[in-house]
């Protein structure tokens, strides 16, 4: 019987599947203009990037834990200026800025969250301070390349509680795409 066990946790470890992300090697150049690049979402680049904090929006020490994380990422990265494209825009070249709090489930988002638009080049440093600093919360970083669908489902990172991500309500599908206001 010990045998068979053995075996069994053996072979799921053979089996397991690890994603380490490498954010210094993840390719975020756009293609040179004229090489008509990719426009499938198969590998697309990432234009821009997203960090999100998920919280429970009913509870009030939970919120106020979740605001004031967000208050420290404003101060740290001296943010000045709120997002003003869509939030599904991967706007390459735009700075580094803060969307307004969803108190509610919005977009793919299953409970309240916050979110902050990130240019490539802002990734590492930003990243890393966000999940050294997130306590209990739980942040999903996410690529923003024109393939919503993939840049939240197969593109992303979660650090603490994975959330279910609604899909269905995405309508760009290919690399570089914008969405519709």
Same mark, same amino acid.
């Given at each position: 019987m010990i045998a068979v066990v053995l075996i069994t946790l053996l $072979? $799921? &470890?053979v089996n397991a599947h690890y994603h380490i992300h490498d954010w210094n090697s993840m #390719?975020?150049?756009?293609p040179s203009p004229g090489?008509?690049?990719n426009k499938s979402c198969d590998y697309a680049e990432a234009l821009s990037y997203h960090i999100h904090v998920l919280f429970w929006q =009913?509870?009030?020490k939970h919120t106020a834990g979740a605001l004031g994380l967000r208050n420290r990422f404003i101060a740290k990265f =001296?943010?000045? +200026? =709120? &997002?003003t494209m869509d939030a599904g825009d991967p706007a390459p070249g735009h700075d580094m800025c803060v969307f307004e709090v969803d108190? +509610? %489930? $919005?977009? %793919?988002f299953t409970t309240a969250q916050y979110s902050f638009f990130i240019p490539p080049q802002k990734l590492q440093e930003t990243s890393i301070w966000m999940l050294q600093h997130r306590g209990i919360y739980d942040v999903f970083i996410h690529p923003n390349s024109g393939c919503e669908t =993939?840049?939240?489902? #197969?593109w992303y990172t979660f650090s603490g509680n994975k959330w279910p991500?609604? $899909?269905s309500i995405f309508s760009c599908d290919r690399s570089g795409c914008k969405p519709k206001s």
């Open positions: $072979a $799921a &470890c #390719k975020t150049s756009l090489s008509g690049g =009913n509870s009030p =001296n943010l000045r +200026e =709120n &997002c108190w +509610e %489930p $919005a977009g %793919p =993939n840049d939240h489902t #197969k991500i609604d $899909a």
